[in-house]
C-alpha cells in the first residue's frame, strides 16, 4: 500500500478533534535535541502489524496534523521531516540494529534507519546485542515503545466446496483455546474435529480434508504474539526439528520460524503478512494468522465481502475468550477479532478491555527501558480457559528509539534523526495525534495504564 486510499484516510472527525486541540508548543525541546520540527528526513523499517498504521496513518498525519506533536508546517521550526516506513518484519528491524543479526551488513543507524518498529519486543540478550553497539554499551538507553494494540485474526479457507455455520458466528467457525493450539500443535488435523458452538461442515464429508496450517516465513513478531497466547494455553514440551521446546521458548529469536514437526507446517515463499494471506488464499483447507489490518484489505478482500466473509469458503473465525459453568453446564462464548465482524468497513481492533499480563511480573512493566518480551493477553487460572472482556488474541506493537543517540554517532546516527524520532513518536503516542488515528481504523489505543507510561518514556529520546 503505496498512496493513502480514500477507504484509509483519515477521518474528517479525527483531525477536527486534532486541529481543536490546544495549539501550543510543547515542552522545550531537551537541551540534547534540536527544536521542534527542525529533524531530518528519515526511515525505519520493522513490524509488517504496523504497516498500515505507519503509511496510511501515522506518517502522512505527522505531516498534516494540527495536533501539538505533529510537524505539519505550523509547529515548532515549522519545518516538515517525512517519514518512509519499510514493513520489513520485526525479526528484519530487530537484526538491523544488531539483535541477532545474521550479517554485519545488516546493522544500521543512520537517519534511514532512525527507529524500529517490533511485536517482538526484545529479549534480555536481544537487548544487550543492541547495546553493544553502543560506543560504550549503556544500559537504559534502549526504550521499547508500545505504540498501538492490535488483533491477529485466524484466517480460514475451507476446502473445495465446503462451506460452514456455528451456533455463535452463523455462516463462519468458531474456534476454542484447545482447537487453535491443536491444529499449530499438530493434534488437531482433520475439519471433522471443529465441533464446539456448534460448528458444522457442508457437505459432511468435508470433514474428512486435512487442515493445512500456514505460517510466516520469516522471524516474525504477528508470530510472537501468537505463540505468546498458544503458550497460555498449552506450556508443555513440542518436539521440533531443533528439539523439545515450549510455545513461550518458539516465540524468540531463532525459534520464531520454529514449528511443532507433527503440524507440517507450509509456509509462503516470502516474507511479510501479505504473503501468508496470499498462501492461505490459494491454499483449499488451510489457516493462517494474520493483524485485522491486513486481513482487512489482503489478497484484494479475499476474507471480507463480496468475495469472502460469512456464508464463503474464506472468512475470519471468532475464538473463544471465556466460559461459565462447568461440566455439561459450561457455556464457552466467542469473540470477533474487530468490533463490527467480518466485514469490509473498518473499524477497531477488538481490544479495548483486553487484559494482559507480564508472566510472573507486574503489568505494564515499570518503565520503557526494561523488558516487555513477556507480555501477552491474561493468563488463565487453570483448568479454567481464558476469561476476556473482549479478544482474546491481542498484542502490543512497539517502536525501539534511544535516549542517547549520540552513543551511536560513529555508526551514523546524528542530531537530526535524533529530534526527527523524539518529534515523530511523540506524536504517535499524543491521544488526540497519533493515538485518535488508530483507534478506529482496524488498531486501537493503547491501554490508559501503558499509554501514561509511553508519554513519559517517549519525551526522553534524544541525542
Not at 484466517?155 to 462451506?163: A, K, M
Not at 483447507?285 to 493483524?291: K, L, Q, R
Not at 480457559?385 to 534511544?402: N, R, V
Request: glycine content about 12%; some cysteine.
Amino acid at each position: 500500500m503505496k498512496s493513502l486510499s480514500p477507504r484509509r484516510s483519515m477521518s474528517a472527525c479525527v483531525l477536527a478533534a486534532a486541529a481543536t486541540a490546544a495549539l501550543v508548543a510543547p515542552g522545550a525541546a531537551s537541551a540534547s535535541l534540536g527544536t521542534q520540527c527542525s529533524g531530518a528526513d528519515i526511515g525505519a523499517q520493522g513490524s509488517s502489524l504496523q504497516k498500515v498504521a505507519q503509511e496510511t496513518l501515522w506518517d502522512p498525519g505527522f505531516n498534516t496534523s494540527s495536533d501539538k506533536f505533529a510537524c505539519s508546517g505550523s509547529q515548532g521550526d515549522k519545518k516538515e521531516p517525512t517519514i518512509v516506513y519499510n514493513p520489513s518484519g520485526s525479526g528484519a528491524g530487530l537484526r538491523s540494529w544488531g539483535a541477532e543479526p545474521k550479517v554485519e551488513s545488516e546493522i544500521n543507524f543512520s537517519p534511514t534507519n532512525a527507529f524500529v518498529g517490533t511485536d517482538e519486543p526484545p529479549n534480555k540478550g536481544q537487548q544487550e546485542e543492541i547495546l553493544k553497539q553502543e560506543s560504550t554499551a549503556t544500559e537504559g538507553t534502549l526504550l521499547t515503545i508500545p505504540v498501538a494494540q492490535e488483533s491477529v485474526a485466524i484466517i480460514v479457507d475451507l476446502p473445495e466446496g465446503c462451506t460452514a455455520t456455528s451456533t455463535a458466528a452463523p455462516g463462519r467457525l468458531v474456534l476454542s483455546d484447545k482447537a487453535l493450539q491443536g491444529i499449530y500443535a499438530g493434534t488437531t488435523t482433520k475439519w471433522g474435529e471443529l465441533t464446539e458452538g456448534g460448528d458444522a461442515l457442508t457437505p459432511s464429508t468435508c470433514g474428512t480434508d486435512a487442515i493445512i496450517p500456514v505460517a510466516r516465513f520469516d522471524q516474525s513478531g504477528t508470530t510472537h504474539i501468537f505463540k505468546r497466547f498458544l503458550n497460555l494455553i498449552n506450556t508443555a514440551g513440542l518436539t521440533t526439528a531443533s528439539g523439545t521446546e515450549t510455545w513461550g521458548e518458539l516465540s524468540e529469536g531463532k525459534f520464531n520460524t520454529v514449528w511443532p514437526t507433527a503440524a507440517n507446517v507450509e509456509k509462503p515463499a516470502a516474507k511479510g503478512g501479505e504473503e501468508l494471506i496470499k498462501k492461505v488464499a490459494a491454499t483449499a483447507g488451510s489457516v493462517g494468522y494474520v493483524n485485522i489490518a491486513e486481513a482487512r484489505v489482503g489478497d484484494s478482500g479475499a476474507f471480507v465481502p463480496p468475495t469472502g466473509g460469512p456464508g464463503t469458503r474464506t472468512f475470519w473465525a471468532e475464538l473463544e475468550n471465556g466460559a461459565k459453568g462447568s461440566g455439561k453446564k459450561e457455556k464457552i462464548s466467542y469473540s470477533d477479532p474487530a468490533i463490527n465482524g467480518d466485514v469490509a468497513t473498518l473499524a477497531s481492533a477488538n481490544c479495548a478491555k483486553t487484559a494482559y499480563s507480564n508472566g510472573a511480573n507486574p503489568f505494564p512493566p515499570p518503565s520503557l527501558t526494561g523488558l516487555w518480551n513477556e507480555v501477552t493477553t491474561s493468563v488463565p487460572t487453570a483448568p479454567s480457559p481464558l476469561k476476556e472482556k473482549d479478544y482474546a488474541l491481542c498484542g502490543l506493537t512497539y517502536d525501539l528509539a534511544f535516549t542517547e543517540y549520540h552513543l551511536l554517532e560513529g555508526k551514523g546516527a546524528t542530531l537530526e534523526e535524533a529530534t526527527a524520532v523524539n518529534n515523530f513518536l511523540s506524536f504517535v503516542a499524543d491521544k488526540s495525534g497519533g493515538q485518535a488515528l488508530a483507534h478506529g481504523d482496524d488498531y486501537e489505543a493503547l491501554p490508559k495504564a501503558v499509554a501514561s507510561k509511553v508519554v513519559t518514556g517517549v519525551a526522553t529520546i534524544g541525542f
